[in-house]
């Protein structure tokens, strides 16, 4: 069995409140939603989900709400606060700061 | 940050709808999952596990998201909880463990109270550590007093100390308004407060005008005696107040809290116990040297360390020497003012503080056998616990949370204890016990405390903690945690705790041993005077109406014949000092045809007596004649000398009738003949030998208008105290009759150093040896119930009761001797710190180990027993049918 690459620390928020902006999501589905977007490559353990969503409602990024799914099940739906939106802009121009100083460095190893 | 904060807080309170909604969440999303596995064609049951792996351990995520909403400090709290919990759940186990550590860690607070106000404190003096002693030393006179012309020279010629002061002890009589009192009062040198760094409260101290005679009288007040004497009057500068019946000006009060710095010559004051000091004056020919009766005091300049005040202080001596005939052999000591006051106890609180150690390392051992005990039978727990997917550091934590619970519950069980045991202790301290006053229950001793209890829960925690973390789920869950405890490294730890714990025990006891060795030596000493039935008091004559010898020898001389006729005395005298009550004055003289080898002097302790003083004591005569009532100033002078005199001076002579003399150049009428020679007593009880002594009659040369009233009684001494007030007050109604003692009580308290030394090492060793026995019967009938089965076959198969007695007992045999072997070979090597706390034992003493060794392996012999019994009371068929 290939080994899927883990996710790289600290980018687990952001992939969830990313996720979110498209609209109210329960676990599962952000789970499915980053899985699918990913085409398999990022999955997501249940293990750091849900104490990372835990996290993300104690800082009042997300909120949670129980509804009704559309299979008629009671679900938790999480949905990006106003403050969750700025948070993911701050972890976006974060990122990428960091991804493109990443390929600065790795472009001049392969130009050497 | 505050939001985050809000928000765990209100989730604290929602907690069981917080797990409820996760749970919810949890099963929703295990619900999905395998709904997904099912379109993908998996079948329902084959997709149900594939969700749950996928989901992996939900116990783990529950975890996980509490510690995200949770306080940190929250997760203790649970772990507190829990432990309580576990204490109520076994009450045997708990009471144990808790008195356990609460004696020991109450035991080491109190003693640490002890260290912490004797040693440990600063003396209450500006700059302490700056304050020095100062003695001379000869090489018959290791420790001796300063002449008084002598240290008016060290104090002008030396360049090391910022100031220098001399002091000796004189009590005055202070009357006035009310009953005649005796107070303790020091005559000092000018500037002598200033030294200490103490300023009057009120006034001013003596300058060295004061130091000349006639002067003028002054005094200067403690606070207690301004307060209880004075009213506190704020007006008392200046006032004159009736001291040895001469008018003295009040010229300065002390501030409250003004303590002693200690003095050696004369009995010994410290603490707040000195009410009144009047100028020390001198004068006289500054060329003889030979009277040493005052002692140093000084503090050294900043910059100046003790060797360098040391060698100048000797190079002042060594000219002084040249100077003056009689000043040569002497070196001078300069002694830390700390070393003085606590150096002497130093080496017994050190070993309290030992003892004390011990017993809580044997309690920390006793701690960590049980809980290593309990910890193997909840292996069960903790196996389900770390197979639930628990982290072992989690579980660690619980078990330290649950130990350092325990060991607080213990520790603060012990403060509660060191309280009463502090005030027990002081209230058992030999009287003369430096700073005493100092000694409570402060903040230092409550850190100390905390601290002990802290390194004690982790100390008895670790092994326990470690292990059970150690253990494979897989192991416990199988076997249920009943018969992994046998297994080798277990029992092994368990086995080696109780060895240490029989060692350790082991070593207290032989301390306990040398001590008690070396009390009873001390009681069983021949004093050489006899105190029972013996009472004492002293009485001082003031100058102002006592001026003229005859008048004090005419009164004391009185005073005897009038108690002499009472119907319950049976021998009554007077004498300048009493045995064992400090005295030390020496005095040089020559010796009829005799010459002292080269650089020395003949030298002697004084003593003046009245006939009825030998008899009264009870000293024994050992050749010639007592004093008598014919020995006048009209016959011939007369000394009597002890035994060791004679011995040093006459070996192996006849020495009744030889003569000496205190002139340089005597005539005729200077010389005195021995008449006769008394037993030796000591200066101590425990003084290596004693000195050589003289006395002279006191109708002959009085000099000294302090003296000690010695009396014999037929019945109960003590009946005899009002007696002796009224024929005082009959012959001088404005006397104090001071210092009322029994002689059995001065004997006593000689020994109250030793007595109090042995009863708390033999309190802490009996502590020791129980706790150990605690710890053996803990593992042997624990060992036992873990075999049960073993030797339920064994009987089954044809072993017969003693076999079994005989299996259990030699376990516990094999552990005694061996914490025993251990602890003699430490007690060993330990016992020579014993050596100047011990009087007439040899550190090895080979009775005390022997008889320790057997006691220890009796107690461990004793405390197998009661398992063992209980083995043998094996039923085979339960045994077997239990496995």
């Avoid at chain 2, 209880?228 to 008392?236: C, E, H, I, S």
Wanted: proline share 5%.
């Amino acid at each position: 069995m290939a080994k899927k690459p883990d996710l790289l620390p600290g980018t687990l928020d952001m992939l969830i409140l990313k996720t979110l902006t498209r609209g109210a999501l329960h676990g599962y589905g952000i789970a499915l939603s980053i899985k699918r977007l990913s085409d398999d490559v990022l999955t997501v353990e249940e293990g750091s989900l849900y104490p990372a969503l835990q996290r993300l409602l104690l800082r009042n990024w997300v909120k949670a709400e129980w509804k009704m799914t559309d299979t008629n099940r009671r679900a938790r739906f999480y949905t990006l606060t106003p403050a969750g939106r700025k948070q993911l802009g701050v972890e976006l121009s974060h990122f990428e700061q960091m991804i493109s100083a990443i390929g600065r460095v790795l472009s001049d190893v392969q130009e050497a | 940050m505050a939001m985050k904060f809000l928000n765990k807080l209100s989730l604290l309170f929602g907690r069981r709808r917080f797990h409820d909604e996760l749970d919810e969440e949890i099963a929703f999303h295990r619900a999905q999952a395998e709904q997904e596995f099912v379109s993908e064609g998996m079948r329902p049951e084959e997709a149900r596990y594939a969700a749950m792996r996928q989901f992996g351990n939900g116990t783990r995520i529950k975890e996980r998201s509490r510690e995200v909403i949770g306080f940190r400090g929250e997760t203790v709290v649970q772990d507190v909880r829990y432990a309580i919990r576990q204490l109520w759940a076994s009450p045997a186990f708990t009471i144990v463990i808790l008195l356990t550590l609460a004696l020991s860690i109450g035991a080491n607070s109190a003693i640490f109270s002890v260290i912490n106000g004797v040693l440990l404190k600063r003396l209450p003096y500006e700059q302490p550590e700056r304050l020095v002693r100062i003695f001379l030393s000869s090489s018959s006179y290791p420790r001796f007093s300063l002449n008084p012309f002598d240290f008016r020279d060290y104090r002008a010629r030396n360049q090391s100390f910022e100031s220098m002061a001399a002091f000796t002890r004189g009590d005055v009589q202070l009357s006035g308004s009310g009953e005649p009192v005796r107070v303790n009062g020091f005559g000092i040198t000018a500037g002598y407060f200033h030294v200490l760094g103490l300023r009057p409260e009120l006034g001013r101290e003596f300058d060295q005008a004061a130091e000349i005679p006639g002067n003028g009288l002054q005094v200067i007040l403690s606070n207690r005696l301004w307060r209880t004497r004075f009213g506190a009057d704020p007006n008392v500068i200046g006032r004159k107040i009736t001291i040895n019946m001469q008018p003295y000006t009040v010229v300065g009060v002390m501030p409250a809290g003004t303590v002693h710095p200690g003095n050696e010559y004369h009995s010994v004051a410290y603490g707040e116990d000195v009410d009144a000091w009047w100028p020390f004056s001198f004068e006289g020919n500054p060329n003889r040297r030979g009277s040493h009766y005052i002692e140093g005091i000084a503090r050294l300049k900043s910059d100046v360390g003790l060797e360098q005040a040391r060698t100048e202080m000797n190079a002042i001596m060594a000219q002084l020497g040249r100077e003056h005939p009689g000043d040569g052999g002497w070196k001078v000591l300069v002694i830390p003012l700390y070393s003085e006051v606590v150096g002497a106890s130093r080496p017994m609180l050190l070993m309290l503080l030992g003892a004390v150690v011990i017993v809580l390392l044997i309690a920390c051992a006793n701690a960590a056998n049980l809980l290593l005990a309990r910890a193997s039978s909840r292996q069960r727990e903790i196996a389900v616990r770390l197979a639930m997917g628990a982290p072992r550091a989690r579980i660690m934590r619980q078990m330290m949370t649950e130990s350092l619970l325990i060991s607080f519950l213990g520790g603060g069980l012990g403060l509660a204890l060191a309280f009463i045991g502090v005030k027990a202790l002081v209230a058992l301290l030999p009287a003369d016990f430096p700073r005493a006053q100092d000694i409570h229950v402060s903040a230092p001793v409550l850190a100390f405390t905390i601290l002990v209890t802290v390194a004690t829960g982790i100390l008895f925690g670790l092994a326990p903690a470690f292990q059970a973390t150690r253990a494979d789920p897989r192991e416990g869950l199988q076997k249920g945690g009943r018969t992994t405890i046998g297994s080798g490294r277990q029992s092994r730890l368990r086995d080696a705790l109780v060895v240490a714990e029989v060692s350790l025990a082991c070593v207290l006891l032989i301390g306990a041993g040398l001590m008690l060795r070396s009390l009873l030596n001390q009681l069983h000493l021949d004093p050489g005077f006899q105190q029972e039935h013996v009472i004492t008091a002293s009485i001082s004559l003031p100058h102002v109406n006592y001026g003229k010898r005859e008048q004090v020898a005419r009164f004391f001389d009185g005073l005897v014949t009038n108690l002499n006729r009472l119907p319950d005395v049976e021998s009554a005298g007077a004498g300048s000092d009493l045995p064992w009550t400090g005295y030390d004055e020496n005095s040089g003289f020559t010796i009829e045809g005799k010459k002292p080898p080269a650089g020395e002097e003949f030298h002697a302790r004084y003593h003046m007596a009245t006939p009825g003083y030998f008899s009264a004591l009870g000293i024994p005569l050992v050749a010639g004649r007592f004093f008598t009532e014919a020995d006048t100033k009209d016959t011939q002078q007369v000394v009597l000398i002890n035994h060791a005199m004679a011995n040093k001076y006459w070996p192996n002579e006849n020495v009744i009738g030889k003569r000496m003399t205190f002139e340089d150049e005597p005539k005729e009428k200077d010389w005195l003949t021995i008449v006769g020679v008394v037993g030796d007593v000591k200066d101590q009880p425990n003084s290596p030998a004693a000195q050589p002594a003289f006395w002279w009659p006191e109708l002959q040369s009085g000099w000294t208008s302090d003296m000690s009233v010695v009396i014999r009684a037929r019945g109960t001494p003590s009946l005899l105290a009002d007696a002796l007030r009224n024929e005082v007050h009959r012959i001088d109604p404005a006397l104090a009759v001071a210092d009322v003692k029994l002689m059995d009580s001065i004997v006593n308290s000689s020994v109250s150093t030793p007595r109090f030394a042995f009863a708390l090492v033999g309190l802490f060793a009996g502590l020791a040896v129980l706790l150990a026995g605690i710890g053996t019967y803990g593992v042997i009938s624990y060992s036992v119930s873990q075999r049960t089965p073993e030797l339920g076959i064994r009987m089954a198969l044809g072993a017969v009761r003693s076999d079994v007695m005989g299996l259990v007992l030699s376990h516990a045999a094999r552990l005694a001797v061996l914490g025993t072997a251990l602890g003699v070979v430490a007690a060993f090597a330990l016992s020579r710190l014993l050596k100047s706390l011990i009087f007439d034992v040899s550190p090895a003493d080979p009775a005390t180990f022997v008889s320790v060794a057997g006691i220890v392996i009796l107690v461990a012999l004793l405390a197998g027993y009661v398992p063992a019994l209980r083995a043998t009371a094996t039923d085979p068929m339960n045994a077997l049918r239990a496995e």
